[in-house]
């Protein structure tokens, strides 16, 4: 791909969440010839969803999708009817306070809206850092952001950027 792959790191506000915001996005710009774009909705246009060949999603647990990012989120649903989201990679991550307060479920929560735009899910492999983040399904804090989390995040931007490549390189 001569020119770069884009990449759209979109995350609601939280502290925790910010940070892995930006590891994510330095894991994306491990990738050769990616352009990394980091902003919460508020800063972020129907425009640069569209523009981006990957999307990769951050929220704060609040039992799913926090409310201003899943309103916003809710203004583009007529991309997904126009399948202008379609063929695009997502992923997703989130932080939350403890272990059994639905991390995953707010991992899924995005998933599905990636999904729902006909795009093609990227998440983690299993190791045995997974064991202890309790998910594959994207990165994740629990409580604090601890080095294993930070490591996570890059991975899953990195992840991402790597399969937007392949994906789009062709083209």
């Given at each position: 791909?001569?020119?770069?792959?884009?990449i759209?790191v979109?995350y609601?506000?939280g502290?925790l969440?910010a940070?892995?915001a930006?590891?994510?996005?330095?894991?994306?710009?491990?990738?050769p010839?990616?352009?990394?774009l980091?902003?919460q909705p508020?800063?972020s246009?129907?425009?640069?969803l569209?523009?981006?060949h990957?999307?990769?999603?951050g929220?704060?647990?609040w039992?799913?999708?926090k409310?201003t990012?899943?309103?916003w989120?809710?203004?583009t649903?007529?991309l997904?009817?126009?399948?202008?989201?379609?063929?695009?990679?997502?992923?997703?991550?989130t932080?939350?306070?403890?272990?059994?307060?639905?991390?995953e479920f707010?991992?899924l929560n995005?998933l599905?809206?990636?999904?729902g735009?006909?795009?093609?899910?990227?998440?983690?492999p299993?190791?045995?850092?997974m064991?202890?983040?309790?998910?594959?399904y994207?990165?994740?804090?629990?409580g604090s952001v601890t080095e294993?989390d930070l490591?996570?995040?890059?991975e899953?931007g990195?992840r991402v950027?790597?399969?937007?490549h392949k994906?789009?390189?062709s083209?």
């Open positions: 791909m001569s020119n770069p792959c884009r759209l979109l609601d506000h502290d969440i940070v892995l930006q590891a994510v996005a330095e894991g994306a710009r491990a990738a010839n990616t352009k990394v980091v902003q508020r800063q246009s129907r425009e640069d569209i523009a981006a990957a999307i990769i999603i929220t704060p647990n039992t799913g999708i409310g990012l899943k309103r989120l809710d203004t649903g007529d997904w009817e126009e399948g202008l989201l379609a063929g695009k990679v997502g992923a997703a991550f932080s939350s306070a403890g272990r059994h307060s639905g991390t707010t991992l995005v599905h809206w990636c999904l735009g006909g795009m093609i899910v990227v998440g983690l299993w190791s045995p850092v064991e202890r983040a309790g998910s594959y994207g990165a994740t804090a629990i294993e490591a996570q995040a890059q899953l990195q950027a790597e399969v937007a994906l789009f390189d083209q």
